[in-house]
């Protein structure tokens, strides 16, 4: 199986605040992934990451084996080899691991001063791997606790709006589409009306349709149902759900265990910026082994 | 009553009738041309301000919007006037036009405002909703955040306007004559004043020209108002 998404070693800052120490994380396709942890955790940052709605600090991260983040000169020791520092280092005569180390704990590498040939790598790199984020973004679906869909635009304009701007598709290719997928959900009465006249569980099922209508390659949804009143979780849910039966690969941050339970293939436990346990549903739930994930199943199950 | 016999007067006189029709087109046509390059000028600093919140290349020109808006909002319209007529534009003939400029410059600095309060209010979710669909910003920027950010900005915008009409009646300041295209409603009402010898009939027809004026726009701003919110009443 191939990795979809490939997440290394990313670490997020924000202000001075360390909120992800270095994660890593594959994602391969069809897999469905739920990050759990408590409020705070860092879980909805890294959904955020993976399609740079935030920016890693550093870290890499690779979509279908392309880099979409920035490139983490750290993680590659070839270009650290390459850098000024690195040949001031061993020439005052540390030795090649005391070196590498030291640059990667001090983070002393600066791009203007570390000469012609660190540049050249890094540059080749950028274009031999790069791939736009705006292209990424348009395969990577993104559900948001508060579905965000677009105020001025009705229900259908709100469906076909990036995939006939971006050229995928024509009009009519997507009003089709965008009218089955309607059908499908039983919303298709609703699809001249504007968001607001909608309740939040209308609004969130046609969010998650509006990011199916670009065929993505991964779906990731940001807690989509902490925002809807409780009547209005399992209509979500239960599209959610179809949605993993059909094969589509899926990261999920959730405060719902047992759909989680139901439906991941992997769960992940994240606490403090660090993934602290991972594993199948029944590992995670029945067999905890990390006391902080123990000490959370007690509070939320 | 002197009062009603100075209305009749001004009324039946061609001359005088002349004069307030005239200040009265000329200060019409200011405003109007000011407002346009209000518009334009507001809309393009706005949009700077808000894409150098996020882009670095952007920083030189932010500053110097930052810089124009300070300045024009910061200092007398009165005396950006006279700097304009009788110091940048001190050009014969210029006039009419060095008074336009400046008060749509002017008027630019309050609007670019407005327009950069009404892009904030959108929820920042619709741009994040946008780009991660793949739109670039600027795409999301035109579908879908600017649109929502004119309903808001629309009463603001109004205001401004009303005001620049009003303003525009300080032109007489820097001599406007009769039959030149700066003699407005405002110095059309004092000359008429000086050659009946009396202020008050005048001003008052003045006043009621600038008040039907603003009235009316008023009454559109509304239903223009009224007809952008009509799909967003929440239940």
């Known amino acids: 199986m191939t990795n979809i998404v490939e997440i290394e070693n990313v670490h997020k800052y924000f202000k001075n605040v360390e909120v992800l120490k270095g994660v890593s994380l594959s994602i391969k396709k069809g897999e469905k992934i739920v990050l759990i ?13 993976i399609n740079r709605l935030e920016e890693p600090t550093y870290g890499e991260i690779y979509f279908n084996d392309k880099l979409i983040s ?6 590659h020791i070839d270009f650290i080899q390459k850098s000024n520092t690195y040949k001031k280092y061993i ?25 012609k040939e660190y540049k050249q790598a890094i540059n080749k790199y950028i274009s031999d791997n790069y ?19 677009f105020n001025n635009l009705t229900v259908i304009e709100n469906l076909i709006l990036a995939p006939v701007e971006l050229k995928l598709m024509t009009k009519e290719e997507a009003i089709n589409k965008a009218t089955s997928y309607l059908e499908r959900i039983g919303l298709i009465d609703k699809k001249d009306e504007y968001p607001s006249k909608l309740s939040g569980g209308q609004q969130q099922r046609i969010a998650i349709i509006r990011s199916l209508c670009m065929n993505p390659d991964v779906m990731l949804f940001d807690e989509p149902t902490s925002a809807l009143d409780p009547e209005m979780v399992g209509e979500v849910l239960s599209l959610m759900e179809e949605l993993a039966s059909s094969g589509l690969t899926m990261v999920i941050v959730t405060h719902e265990m047992a759909f989680a339970r139901k439906i991941a293939s992997k769960v992940v436990f994240i606490d403090s910026g660090v993934i602290q346990e991972s594993g199948t549903p029944s590992e995670i739930f029945d067999s905890p082994k990390n006391p902080r994930l123990k000490d959370f199943l007690s509070k939320v199950i | 009553m002197s009062f009603f016999n100075d209305l009749v007067k001004i009324a039946t006189t061609a001359e005088y009738r002349n004069y307030i029709l005239q200040g009265f087109l000329n200060t019409l046509a200011i405003t109007f041309i000011a407002v346009i390059i209000g518009l334009v000028l507001g809309f393009i600093v706005a949009i700077v301000k808000v894409f150098a919140r996020t882009n670095k290349a ?11 808006t300070t300045v024009f909002r910061g200092t007398p319209v009165a005396l950006q006037l006279f700097i304009f007529v009788f110091a940048l534009f001190a050009i014969p003939g210029f006039k009419v036009y060095a008074v336009i400029l400046c008060f749509g410059i002017n008027s630019g600095a309050y609007v670019s405002e407005n327009i950069r309060a009404g892009i904030m209010s959108v ?20 579908k879908v955040i600017i649109p929502q950010a004119i309903k808001n900005v629309i009463p603001a ?3 401004e306007i009303i005001a620049l009409l009003k303003e525009t009646a300080i032109i007489s300041m820097i001599g406007s004559t009769v039959g030149t295209l700066t003699f407005d409603l405002n110095q059309a009402s004092s000359t008429i004043s000086y050659a009946i010898s009396d202020f008050f009939a005048p001003s ?24 952008l919110h009509k799909n967003d009443k929440h239940s």
Not at chain 1, 70 to 75: A, F, G, I, K, R
């Open chain 1, 70 to 75: 920035l490139v983490d000169p750290y993680e």
């Open chain 2, 157 to 159: 915008i109004g205001n």
């Open chain 1, 131 to 149: 791939m736009d984020i705006t292209l990424a973004r348009s395969k990577i679906g993104m559900v948001f606790q508060h579905f965000n869909l």
């Open chain 2, 58 to 68: 952007l920083a030189i020109p932010n500053a110097i919007c930052n810089f124009y």
């Open chain 2, 204 to 227: 008052i027809i003045a006043a009621l020209f600038y008040l039907i004026v603003v009235y009316i726009f008023t009454l559109l701003i509304k239903l223009i108002e009224k007809r």
């Open chain 1, 37 to 49: 942890g408590a409020s705070g955790s860092g879980k909805s940052t890294l959904l955020r990451c």
């Open chain 2, 123 to 142: 929820d920042s979710g619709q741009m994040e909703a946008g780009t991660s669909l793949g739109l670039s910003e600027i795409k999301t920027m035109r």
């Open chain 1, 91 to 115: 020439d005052s005569g540390l030795s090649y691991e005391d070196a590498i180390s030291k640059i990667k704990e001090e983070r002393s590498l600066k791009l203007i001063k570390e000469g």
